[in-house]
């Protein structure tokens, strides 16, 4: 085999190679979701959420702090102090929701959020999903399930299509 030939030899591979390798849609985004999480300053659950219209990241949020107050990972986690378990007592919380918080920077960016998808770590709890539907987010992709079956029948009624993500199968 001559020079040239066996370099693009090397070459087509290569191409083959980083062609199997590419993220699927939902795939790109998740892991998008699962890096802003990394930012959460929760002590219990590192949630990220990234909204996305047409292909495109329009905010991203996690869960922490109110903007200008103390941290959890700071202070200690009030719901872990009182023993509240998962899924209830959202109130109890100190923390604005991963979802919340890419819904409202939408609004303080003057965002328009009818129609987009919802990419997140956790299942939205109850709270989140009264957000998610008034928002105008018609569908939304999470990892990891959430102990809140009524923001289920929510989406369901509200007609908000959910699907909880499962890693590798088809690309797209």
């Not at 903007?67 to 990972?73: E, I, K, M, N, T």
């Not at 998962?86 to 003057?110: D, F, L, P």
């Amino acid at each position: 085999m001559c020079y040239f030939s066996s370099n693009l030899y090397i070459f087509v591979s290569l191409c083959s190679f980083m062609l199997d390798e590419r993220l699927s849609v939902d795939e790109y985004f998740v892991e998008i979701a699962e890096t802003v999480a990394k930012r959460s300053t929760c002590l219990r659950n590192k949630v990220g959420a990234v909204l996305v219209r047409d292909g495109r990241i329009l905010t991203t949020g996690y869960n922490g702090a109110p903007r200008g107050l103390v941290h959890c990972l700071d202070i200690g986690c009030i719901r872990n102090i009182q023993n509240i378990p998962s899924g209830t007592m959202h109130e109890k919380c100190r923390a604005v929701h991963a979802e919340q918080n890419a819904i409202i920077q939408a609004a303080v960016h003057g965002v328009q959020t009818s129609g987009s998808t919802l990419y997140c770590t956790h299942q939205p709890c109850i709270l989140c999903t009264k957000m998610i539907i008034n928002a105008g987010i018609k569908h939304v992709i999470y990892v990891k399930a959430y102990p809140d079956p009524d923001s289920m029948s929510f989406f369901d009624e509200a007609e908000v299509t959910v699907k909880q993500y499962q890693p590798a199968g088809g690309r797209n």
